[in-house]
C-alpha cells in the first residue's frame, strides 16, 4: 500500500480516507483511456493521456474530500490515476465555520445598504477591518478549503455510475495533460458573496468557484461529467438590496491563455452562468488569450440554463453535436464575444413556446462566426439570419475564418436529442 506525503499511512477507502491498492493496468480499464486521435483540440499535438500509464503504486481509490487532496498532493514522479468511489462532500463543516472572528452578514448589509453607502463606488478599498475586509478574510478561508489543484498527467475518474463531488472547486492551473471523467459535480455554494454596487445600475452580489475551471493548462478532457446546481438553485436563494444573492459562479470556465481542451458527452444543466472561454476584454487578458482557447464541445447535453453555453473570446471554439435544451427564463447559448471565432454546426436545439431561435445566438462584440447545419425543434435552421431578423441592432456575420478538421464521430442534428440524452452525463461510460 502506498503512502502519500504529508500522512503517515493511508488506511483502505471504506474507512473514508484513500488507498493505493494496485488496479489492473489493462489497456479496457476505463481510469486507462486516452483521448482517441483527431478527437477535438485535446487531441492536438501531443495527445491527452492523463495518468494513462501511472504505475499500480500510484493509482489512488479515495473516498473522502481530505483522501482526495492527499493523493493530489502526493510526492508522485509521473503520472497518476485518482479513482472517485461515492459522492465526496467538499462542503466542509459549513458556512460559519469559514467565518472569521468578527464578521456578521447583518452588519455588513447595514454597512453597505444602498441608502447608506451609495452605488457610485466600489468596496475593493476597504480596509482588513472593516466587513468588507472581514468578508474577504472569510472567502479566502473557503477558498483554502474547497479549491483543489490538479497535478498534471493526472486522470480523475469516477468509479460507477454514482460518483461525484458536492461543493468542490477543480482547479486545473498552469499544467499539461489532464483527464476528469465520470464525475458529477454540485456547484459550489460561495458563502461569502460580495455585493458591487457599481455592477449595472442596480448594483450586483458577484460570487466565486467554478465547479471546475482551467486555467492556464493545455490538453484537458472533461468527458461524461455531469454539472448541475443540485440542492441550491437559484431559485432558492435569497435576494438583499432588491438583487438575488447569487452564490454560484460557473460551471466550467477555460482562461488565461488554456488550450487544446475538448469537452464531450458531458451534462450542463439547471445553472445560470454556464461555461465561459476567455473572462475579459481587457488588453492585458488579450496578450494571454489571443491565439489560445482553442476548444471542441461535442456531444454535450445543455438543459435548463440561463446563458454561457458557451461565451466566447478570442478563442478558436468548435462546437458540434450539441443538445440545447432551453425553457422560461433562457437567455441565450453562445455569446459572441471579443475576436471570438466560434463554428458551431451540426447541433439540436429544443426550445419552449416563448423561446425564439432569435436569442440562441448573443452579439457582445464584432466577430464572425460559422453556424451551419443546426436544427432548431426538428426544423433546419439558420441561426445567424433568425437573430439577424429578430434582433436587428446586433448583426451578425458569416464565416469564422477556419474549418474543423479535429472531429471523429459527427451525427446528423435530427438524431441528436435521442443520442446525446441518453449518452451523456455522469455514470455512462462505455
Known amino acids: 500500500m502506498a503512502v502519500l506525503a504529508g ?9 473514508g480516507t484513500a488507498s493505493a491498492t494496485p488496479r489492473s493496468t489493462a489497456h479496457h480499464a476505463p481510469e486507462r483511456r486516452v483521448l482517441p486521435a483527431g478527437d477535438g483540440w485535446g487531441s492536438y499535438g501531443t495527445g491527452t493521456t492523463g495518468g494513462s500509464k501511472a504505475t499500480p503504486a500510484h493509482v489512488y481509490t479515495v473516498t473522502t474530500w481530505d483522501g482526495f487532496r492527499a493523493a493530489l498532493a502526493a510526492d508522485v514522479t509521473g503520472p497518476r490515476i485518482i479513482r472517485v468511489k461515492g459522492t465526496i462532500d467538499a462542503d466542509g ?13 447583518a452588519t455588513y448589509l447595514a454597512t453597505y445598504a444602498p ?51 458536492k461543493g468542490a472547486s477543480l482547479q486545473i492551473e498552469g499544467v499539461d495533460n489532464v483527464i476528469v471523467r465520470n464525475l458529477a459535480f454540485e456547484s459550489p455554494l460561495d458563502c461569502f458573496p460580495q455585493w458591487d454596487p457599481t455592477d449595472t445600475a442596480d448594483g450586483n452580489w458577484n460570487s466565486e468557484y467554478d465547479s471546475a475551471v482551467i486555467y492556464g493548462s493545455t490538453h484537458v478532457w472533461m468527458d461524461h461529467d455531469t454539472f448541475t446546481d443540485g440542492d441550491h438553485p437559484d431559485s432558492t436563494l435569497p435576494s438583499y438590496y432588491g438583487r438575488i444573492y447569487e452564490q454560484h459562479d460557473g460551471e466550467l470556465d477555460i482562461v488565461k491563455g488554456a488550450d487544446y481542451v475538448t ?35 461535442h456531444h454535450n447535453l445543455f438543459a435548463n440554463l ?54 440562441v445566438l448573443k452579439k457582445w462584440k ?23 431578423a429578430e434582433v ?20 446528423p442534428p435530427a438524431a441528436i436529442p435521442r443520442i446525446v440524452d441518453h449518452g451523456a452525463g455522469a455514470g455512462r461510460l462505455r
Open 306 to 359: 440561463v446563458e454561457r453555453a458557451p461565451r466566447v473570446r478570442f478563442g478558436q471554439v468548435d462546437s458540434y453535436d450539441n443538445h440545447f435544451v432551453a425553457q422560461a427564463g433562457y437567455g441565450y447559448s453562445y455569446g459572441i464575444g471579443m475576436e471570438s471565432q466560434l463554428v458551431a454546426e451540426h447541433n439540436a436545439f429544443t426550445l419552449a413556446d416563448g423561446v425564439s431561435a432569435g436569442t
Open 263 to 297: 469537452a464531450s458527452w458531458n451534462v450542463f444543466e439547471d445553472h445560470d452562468k454556464t461555461i465561459l472561454i476567455g473572462n475579459s476584454d481587457s488588453a492585458a487578458t488579450a496578450a494571454v488569450d489571443r491565439g489560445h482557447l482553442k476548444v471542441t464541445l
Open 93 to 105: 463543516p459549513g458556512c460559519d465555520t469559514f467565518a472569521v472572528p468578527g464578521y456578521d452578514f
Open 392 to 411: 436587428p441592432g446586433e448583426i451578425l456575420q458569416s464565416g469564422a475564418g477556419w474549418t474543423p478538421t479535429l472531429r471523429t464521430r459527427i451525427d
Open 366 to 388: 464584432e466577430a464572425p462566426l460559422t453556424a451551419d447545419d443546426n436544427w432548431v425543434n426538428g426544423a433546419l435552421t439558420d441561426l445567424i439570419a433568425v437573430h439577424n
Open 115 to 165: 441608502e447608506t453607502w451609495g452605488r457610485d463606488q466600489d468596496l475593493s478599498a476597504e480596509p482588513d477591518d472593516s466587513p468588507e475586509g472581514l468578508r474577504r478574510a472569510s472567502a479566502d478561508q473557503q477558498a483554502a478549503y474547497i479549491k483543489a489543484y490538479v497535478p498534471a498527467d493526472t486522470t480523475i475518474i469516477g468509479v460507477g455510475r454514482n460518483a461525484g463531488f
Open 7 to 15: 500522512c503517515t499511512a493511508l488506511v483502505l477507502a471504506v474507512t
